[in-house]
Nanobody, 126 residues
Framework: VQLQASGGGLVQAGGSLRLSCAASGRTFSTYNMGWFRQAPGKEREFVGGRTWMGGSTRYADSVKGRFTISRDNAKNTEYLQMNNLKPEDTAVYYC????????????????????WGQGTLVTVSS
């Protein structure tokens, strides 16, 4: 599976960006997708994810109410809509997926992501 993230850039605080993550190659028939980010000097952190079945979403507390994950299964593409961006959102954002089956497609397991995109940089100026 190859993941291509795009949409990063420079934005002022309070602005919005939408990141995209397109999956290609030998994609799984069912998989959960998610987003992570890594700020300079910090560890990578979970931003949010969306399940294959049911479309349930899970977000980090720091982005709840501001970020929204959606996906287009027909295009094998996931989106991260980021609104009301803050300088502390500055980071390299990564999309990730993992194959799921049965009940596993109804929940997000942050530790299961094993395919990663190359990352896209989001810079929020104050």
């Amino acid at each position: 599976v190859q993941l291509q993230a795009s949409g990063g850039g420079l934005v002022q605080a309070g602005g919005s960006l939408r990141l995209s993550c397109a999956a290609s190659g030998r994609t799984f028939s069912t998989y959960n997708m998610g987003w992570f980010r890594q700020a300079p000097g910090k560890e990578r952190e979970f931003v949010g994810g969306r399940t294959w079945m049911g479309g349930s979403t899970r977000y980090a507390d720091s982005v709840k109410g501001r970020f929204t994950i959606s996906r287009d299964n027909a295009k094998n593409t996931e989106y991260l809509q980021m609104n009301n961006l803050k300088p502390e959102d500055t980071a390299v954002y990564y999309c990730a997926v993992y194959a799921c089956a049965d009940y596993g497609c109804y929940i997000i397991d942050r530790s299961s992501f094993d395919y990663w995109g190359q990352g896209t940089l989001v810079t929020v100026s104050s």
